[in-house]
């Protein structure tokens, strides 16, 4: 093999993991910008990577996103770590109680990582699916994840907390302040922050030493389950905690 080939491969994963870390997708012209290469060479390898499916261009706006390539290769290794299969029965179990969907997420360098989820019989629908990444600062499952990770300080001193809604967490010290209650109180809460319109309580998921596994949440529109009333299922989500850090493997 050529010094080059494993140099090009090298590229295009960068290139792979810049696509990931944009939610709402982004152009050649910036992924060439954030990876230092230059255009001709990012489009190219965009093009082989969108050939093997592993990003997917929409030719209305120009931009990449990760395609299902990645999707079913993630859902290969959450299988094979046990966490997926082993949640979906208690989430399960949690929306049947709260007829309101259930995630279990797990942190994934400075991002939520959403794992499995189960959606309730209601028409609307929660947005984050399998697969996808979550800011730390905006979202419950986030902030019970920074709250319980190794080392809380380091990784909120690492992260830019940006806004997704108004009422998004951008300064550092109020998002301190808030990781501090929610260790206090052992759990997490969102209330419009990361999408307009969505509440959501989530739950730290421990294991037996202690470690964080990951965090379990209940999400569900205001219009249909104000705050208040969703706080009132907090037992049934302490519950559903428990019975994952009994489940699932320490990472």
């Not at 809460?189 to 509440?199: D, K, Q």
């Amino acid at each position: 093999m050529t010094p080059e080939k494993p140099d090009m491969v090298a590229k295009a994963l960068s290139l792979l993991v810049l696509v990931g870390d944009s939610a709402q997708g982004t152009s050649a012209t910036e992924l060439a910008g954030l990876a230092g290469l230059p255009f001709s060479t990012t489009h190219r390898l965009l093009r082989s990577l969108a050939h093997q499916g592993f990003v997917a261009f929409d030719p209305a706006s120009k931009r990449y996103a990760l395609g299902i390539r990645v999707f079913q290769l993630g859902q290969r290794v959450s299988n094979a770590n046990g966490l997926a299969g082993s949640s979906i029965p208690v989430l399960r179990s949690l929306t049947e109680h709260t007829r309101e969907a259930s995630i279990l997420g797990v942190l994934d360098g400075d991002h939520v990582l959403t794992i499995s989820k189960v959606d309730g019989p209601q028409a609307f629908r929660v947005t984050s699916d399998p697969g996808t990444h979550s800011p730390l600062n905006t979202t419950a499952l986030g902030k019970v994840l920074l709250a319980y990770c190794d080392d809380p300080e380091s990784l909120l001193a690492g992260i830019e907390p940006a806004a997704r809604t108004d009422l998004s967490i951008t300064d550092r010290d109020v998002l301190r302040a808030e990781i501090d209650t929610v260790r206090e109180r052992g759990y997490g809460t969102m209330r419009e922050e990361n999408e307009v319109g969505m509440n959501a309580l989530a739950a730290p998921v421990l294991a037996v030493d202690g470690r964080m596994i990951g965090s379990v949440a209940i999400a569900a529109p205001s219009f249909r389950l104000p705050f208040d009333d969703l706080l009132a299922f907090l037992p049934a989500l302490s519950a559903a905690a428990a019975e994952l850090s009994a489940r699932l493997p320490a990472r």
